[in-house]
């Protein structure tokens, strides 16, 4: 029954972007079914293929090896005091930091551009997309939505609607690299965070094309070269990528902050009003979860698990994927096995209202003349994303029950 429950909810979905389409007529069909194709691979490897399965537990693995590196750095500066409890500021962001270092010497050493070329060049052949979109697609499997469109910032003022609105919903619906060993240190099962990555580059395209179908000629990007780092040697890379991961960390840290005294005040006021009308514990979180638990049984969550899965679907959406992840890691204990892998999938990507701001700044930069396009298609671009999201958790479900 839930194979089938999977099957109709990766149907239903593909559905919605149908019919939020701004132009059915000129969907390419092609471009979406080998996307879908693509996405489907690399979830059949992550969850289903035993050479696969065994590949991406070696990875994995071989991230935590390189993650743990981090807690020489983190004893150095605090002793043993992250590691009476668990510590947020403490095991969480240092490794933010830590890791948008690496990926910065990575760059500097022209390990990520590589990576970026062979992959996005296939995507590009598989798919039939533009050079510009396969590369954005591919790079925000290692850099963030902030970072990507540097790497064809050439083509941005003269792109497409619809190779924009690519543009802006992959970025929306994968996670940087340097965030990801954050995710993990909460205690996300790596493996399927690297899997949800992959498939968000294919899913983000497959979404995309849907809901803005290109109409216009492309032009012709068989000249883009991805830059070398400006960085003067390694040990500039190393000092540079870090303190970038800094940034990020305290705006992580200043976000969640924020964002949890925020829900924690509401929950009060809402409590509160729930007690006047006889409705007990009433929450952001109880709200959230019986609006958005049909989402969560679609994408082959159990109906036991449907509305704290459906809450923690919508506090990525309205919130971020930090706070949805906090308290995934709280209430795991009563989830179903099922159920936890399914929600490590559809947490992991950038689609809430707070990127459509990210995006007007970063990409809006770049190509002035587009801020207006950009502000226009936000809320269309983290539909698309979350949609995304959502293809890579069904999928996850689909193949869990195999």
């Not at 099957?7 to 879908?36: D, H, K, V, Y």
């Not at 490897?45 to 981090?70: C, D, K, M, T, W």
């Amino acid at each position: 029954m839930q194979l089938l429950l999977s099957l109709f909810g990766i149907a239903c979905l593909i559905f919605i972007a149908w019919l939020l389409s701004e132009q059915r007529e000129r969907i390419n069909w092609r471009t979406i079914l080998a996307a879908l194709g693509l996405q489907t691979l690399f979830a059949a490897i992550a969850l289903y293929i035993p050479a696969g399965e065994r590949a991406l537990v070696s990875v994995s693995n071989g991230v935590a090896h390189i993650l743990s590196f981090a807690d020489e750095g983190i004893r150095f500066l605090f002793g043993d005091m992250p590691y009476n409890g668990f510590i947020f500021a403490f095991r969480v962001l240092p490794l933010v930091i830590f890791i948008s270092s690496l990926i910065s010497l990575l760059y500097y050493l022209g390990v990520i551009q590589w990576l970026i070329k062979i992959i996005g060049g296939a995507i590009q052949k598989l798919l039939g997309t533009s050079k510009a979109e396969s590369l954005a697609a591919t790079g925000n499997i290692f850099l963030s939505q902030g970072e990507t469109p540097l790497l064809i910032r050439p083509f941005l003022p003269h792109m497409t609607r619809s190779e924009l609105f690519t543009i802006m919903t992959c970025g929306m619906a994968s996670v940087a690299g340097s965030v990801i060993g954050g995710y993990a240190a909460l205690g996300i099962e790596l493996k399927y965070l690297i899997a949800a990555s992959f498939m968000a580059a294919p899913g983000s395209i497959l979404m995309a094309k849907m809901l803005v179908p290109e109409t216009k000629v492309q032009i012709e990007q068989s000249d883009i070269d991805l830059d070398k780092s400006e960085h003067s040697n390694a040990i500039d890379a190393l000092a540079s990528g870090a303190m970038s991961g800094t940034k990020v960390a305290v705006a992580i840290g200043t976000v969640l902050m924020a964002f949890i005294s925020v829900i924690a005040m509401t929950n009060a006021g809402l409590e509160y009003l729930g007690e006047l009308v006889g409705w007990q514990q009433l929450s952001m979180q109880s709200i959230l979860g019986y609006v958005f638990a049909p989402i969560a049984f679609l994408i082959g969550v159990p109906s036991t698990d449907m509305q704290l899965a459906g809450s923690l679907i919508g506090q990525k959406l309205v919130l971020n994927e930090f706070v949805a992840y906090l308290n995934f890691t709280e209430i795991r204990s009563e989830l179903t096995v099922q159920t936890q892998v399914v929600m490590a999938f559809a947490l992991c990507g950038f689609a809430n209202f707070c990127s459509i701001a990210i995006q007007i700044g970063s990409i809006g930069i770049l190509a002035p003349e587009r801020r207006g396009e950009i502000a226009g298609l936000g809320i269309k671009a983290v539909l698309a994303a979350t949609l995304a999201n959502l293809m890579s958790a069904a999928l996850a479900g689909l193949f869990f029950n195999l």
